[in-house]
């Protein structure tokens, strides 16, 4: 067990509409990382935050945002939502906003999109 | 270019045996991290091991070794005495820079390993 907490575990829903996934980093962390995992794209960045601040930005789309509250949980917000949009959707923390910080991953969302 | 390259799709090992899964990666970025995960079938990563640029020396950790060939950019992981809870996917990953916004990491596409009796 990391200690990163993801929810849900599972998700499926429809073109067309909007999901919320969640994070919890382990505790004292202050960096929240997302990837996205799917078989034509692999596992890819989508977007950083570290105590509330957007850090870097990855291959994230429009249609997707992301926000980390005082609390330092972390939620993604993907809209509009496509078939293509289908993957496994990880959260990681790490200790802080420096590089050489190991980052321990969640479980993961898996969302599919019917 | 590529920046992490696997070129093993999927490797076979006996049980008890060592095993090398080879990671080649890009950087002109004096300062950078490599990093192997292990994702088994139920979809986890799994953090394995670390290594640094500047470290000196390869990183162990258990069974796991890290070949760190600078001049050659490969970050080779070897597994000694596999066993059958090693089969996974392994990812090997690179951070680059020291500042904050060059956190994000680079996953190469992942190697299956399948370990026999």
């Known amino acids: 067990d990391s200690g990163v907490t993801q929810t849900p575990k599972h998700l499926i829903t429809a073109t067309g509409q909007r999901v919320t996934l969640r994070c919890s980093p382990r505790?004292?962390?202050?960096?929240v990382y997302w990837y996205q995992q799917s078989l034509d794209q692999g596992l890819q960045f989508l977007i950083h935050y570290y105590n509330g601040e957007e850090r870097a930005k990855g291959n994230i789309l429009e249609r997707f945002s992301a926000q980390q509250f005082p609390d330092l949980h972390s939620e993604l917000n993907l809209s509009s939502l496509e078939l293509g949009d289908s993957a496994l959707y990880f959260c990681?923390?790490?200790?802080?906003?420096?590089?050489?910080?190991?980052?321990?991953f969640g479980p993961g969302t898996r969302l599919t999109v019917l | 270019a590529q920046k992490i390259t696997q070129t093993q799709p999927g490797m076979f090992v006996q049980e008890k045996e060592a095993v090398t899964l080879d990671c080649t990666y890009d950087?002109?970025?004096?300062?950078?991290?490599l990093f192997w995960y292990k994702q088994p079938s139920s979809g986890e990563m799994i953090f394995l091991i670390y290594?640094?640029?500047?470290?000196?020396q390869n990183a162990t950790e258990g069974r796991y070794s890290l070949n760190f060939q600078k001049a050659r950019k490969s970050a080779n992981l070897v597994i000694s005495a596999s066993q059958l809870g090693d089969s996974a996917m392994y990812f090997c990953?690179?951070?680059?820079?020291?500042?904050?916004?060059?956190?994000?990491?680079?996953f190469g596409t992942g190697t299956r390993l399948q370990v026999t009796l």
């Open positions: 950087t002109s970025d004096p300062s950078y991290g």
């Open positions: 990953a690179m951070r680059e820079g020291t500042t904050g916004t060059a956190s994000k990491l680079t």
């Open positions: 290594q640094g640029s500047y470290d000196q």
């Open positions: 990681a923390s790490s200790a802080s906003g420096t590089p050489y910080n190991e980052q321990f």
């Open positions: 505790s004292g962390d202050l960096s």
